[in-house]
């Protein structure tokens, strides 16, 4: 189809998610084996990879059967009862937890010390969200949207935090809502800037292009918030979670094809699937 096509430079992992791999790739090189306790990252086709290797993926349910083992704990951090579990039962813990994600853990566990009402804007079933819970006691109150907190409810003076992967925007957006209702906000901007920094590249990326197709994990969160950044200047982006999923029909002779992706999306995939469009 005479297609061109470019590879956003600046898309695939952050450094959270490559610490968390190189760690386990080292194991995997040594032993052989190693116990990720969740999906190492939300991209099923690196942890399919990484499971071809010998990482075996558990399942909170299951630790507590795991004995003597070594276990990753992935970027998205855990709560402290699970290092307790683990190391109760002679397990050896590999921490990858981000550096960002622990520097939020150790922010708002001293927040709670200082006797904050401390919101969190995130999804309350995201693994980094339940882990600061654990940091909380419980004590803290998740929202996605703002329509779901009774703000007539709420103390005249609240400590706002983000999960890392929410849009920038929309903190924001939510800080505005509640100082409206009357609510001092303390904001504590803790969104990572290698997922917020990328809206504006990859904007400017996908406006380079006819066409733009984004590559990122199903359950990917960061994913969900980029994709919809660059439909916002291209309409036609297509997101694929794998290269089987690419449809020709989306090209046209002679057009520009741009390939990104989200934060953990593998470079290997962005090839892969430039490899099939050029094939076409």
């Known amino acids: ?16 998610v490559v610490k968390a791999i190189k760690r386990a790739l080292e194991i995997l090189k040594t032993d052989g084996k ?18 071809d290797l010998g990482m075996i993926t558990l ?16 970027a998205h951090g855990e709560p402290p009862e699970t290092y307790e579990l683990l190391r109760k039962n002679g397990n050896e813990i590999l921490d990858a937890t981000c ?6 853990q150790d922010r708002i566990k001293h927040s709670e ?13 995201h693994p980094e969200v339940i882990g600061l819970m654990g940091h909380l006691n419980g004590q803290g109150v998740v929202f996605k949207d ?17 999960q890392t992967t929410m849009s920038i925007d929309k903190l924001y957006e939510v800080r505005q809502k509640l100082e409206d209702a009357g609510i001092r906000v303390l904001l504590k901007d803790t969104i990572c800037r290698q997922v917020s920094g990328r809206k504006e590249e990859m904007q400017a990326f996908c406006m380079k292009h006819d066409t733009i197709l984004f590559i990122s994990g199903v359950e990917s969160s960061n994913g ?18 794998g290269v089987n999923e690419i449809d020709p029909a989306w090209f046209q002779e002679g057009h520009s094809i741009g390939i ?10 962005m090839e892969q699937a430039m490899q099939m469009i050029l094939s076409l």
């Open 99 to 104: 550096p960002i994600v622990l520097k939020l």
């Open 224 to 241: 969900k918030v980029l994709f919809e950044s660059c439909r916002e200047v291209n309409p036609h982006s297509y997101k694929i979670s």
């Open 113 to 125: 010390l200082d006797g904050d009402f401390i919101l969190i804007y995130g999804k309350a079933n």
């Open 260 to 269: 990104c992706g989200a934060t953990s999306t593998p470079t290997w995939q």
């Open 34 to 51: 190693l116990y990720c306790l969740g999906q190492i990252v939300h991209n099923d086709e690196e942890v399919k990879r990484l499971q």
């Open 146 to 162: 703002i329509e779901e907190l009774d703000l007539s409810a709420l103390p005249d003076k609240v400590t706002l935090y983000s």
């Open 1 to 16: 189809m005479n297609l061109k096509v470019e590879i956003d430079p600046r898309s695939g992992f952050c450094f959270g």
């Open 59 to 74: 399942t909170h349910d299951e630790i507590a059967n795991i004995h003597g083992q070594k276990v990753l704990i992935r």
